[in-house]
């Protein structure tokens, strides 16, 4: 194990923009003082959202690559900050490590991580390193912007809205019982391994929807549509139908399901981890919704269900049946 001072020094250089004037706009101090100095972009509120990530509990490094896991450690905060269309700027690294990780796996881990904040368009600008007795953990806090007083909220979801998710729903569940089983490393299930242990923040998406106005709530999808749009109906004062028959389920995930012994429905409402957004328009603005998502890279947007005027959380069923869903996704202290 390298000293703090080392693994301080190891961050910085990583995260020190290329070039004296290349630093990112607003910053006057990054790593290397007290604290961190920025001047907020005009016209602009403050988004600010943090997120940890605890060896054992959020991930296993007997088959997360640790690149892999410093760019999920950015990419899960980073979706919070584009769930509410907002443009991410800064980034603050909490890392505690055990002492027994090899200097490889530390090199590739703060590779991943700081690599992950400049292809965001972000930049790290400070932390803490610490030593835990129960394994690594990660904390990233990300400070975003976005245009004055139009921050996207749970809050706004209206009776009668279209639901939609930006893309498929399953595939991280999926991959992460295949790597529990030992076949993560099976070609055949790429996709889904890399949904898990490689998700994308989906920030364009965010940004356009919001420049939209077209948009009443959104959130991403962190810990299942059940419990995350439960969430929206509880911020907004509304219930929500949604159809088994519209959920994006991608084969690969049945087949997994298939092979795992599972059910796919169950990892696409409870799996958690599939970082799309999900949000809220008025129906009659389904086509713009469906033409302003479809063109942006990486988008696959689906209309699931309806938000309703009573409460709770409902999926119905091709037969006509219905059960409550609601909160029944991951849960720390259940």
């Known amino acids: 194990m390298t000293s703090e001072r080392d693994l301080i020094a190891a961050i910085a250089r990583r995260a020190a923009p290329a070039g004296a004037d290349a630093g990112p706009p607003g910053l006057l101090q990054g790593i290397g003082d007290d604290g961190a100095i920025w001047r907020p972009t005009p016209g602009t509120d403050s988004l600010v959202t943090t997120d940890t990530m605890v060896e054992g509990v959020h991930f296993d490094r007997r088959w997360h690559p640790p690149r892999l896991l410093g760019r999920k450690a950015v990419a899960v905060n980073i979706s919070d900050i584009a769930a509410m269309g907002g443009t991410p700027r800064f980034a603050l690294l909490s890392l505690g490590l055990a002492g027994d990780e090899e200097q490889p796996w530390r090199q590739a881990l703060l590779d991943g991580l700081t690599g992950a904040v400049q292809e965001y368009g972000a930049a790290l600008i400070g932390g803490d390193t610490v030593r835990t007795t129960g394994g690594v953990m990660l904390s990233v806090t990300i400070i975003g912007e976005c245009r004055q007083s139009r921050a996207c909220r749970r809050s706004g979801g209206r009776a009668g809205d279209s639901i939609w998710v930006g893309g498929p729903l399953g595939l991280a569940a999926a991959g992460l019982e295949l790597c529990r089983r030992g076949l993560g490393k099976d070609a055949a299930w790429a996709e889904a391994v890399r949904a898990h242990l490689d998700p994308t923040a989906q920030v364009e998406l965010g940004q356009r929807l919001a420049d939209s106005d077209l948009v009443h709530a959104m959130m991403d999808l962190s810990d299942g549509l059940a419990t995350d749009l439960a969430h929206i109906c509880t911020a907004s004062g509304v219930g929500a139908e949604v159809e088994a028959s519209l959920l994006p389920i991608p084969p690969l995930v049945s ?3 298939a092979e795992c012994g599972a059910d796919a429905m169950t990892w696409a409402l409870t799996g958690g981890e599939d970082y799309h957004l999900l949000f809220t328009a008025a129906p009659e603005h389904d086509q713009a919704i469906a033409r ?24 119905r069923q091709p037969d006509g049946s219905s059960r409550e869903i609601g909160y029944g996704g991951y849960e720390h202290f259940s």
């Open 255 to 257: 087949r997994a399901a």
């Open 292 to 315: 302003l998502a479809g063109e942006v890279p990486g988008a696959a947007p689906a209309r699931v269900g309806r938000l309703t005027g009573q409460g709770g959380v409902v999926l």
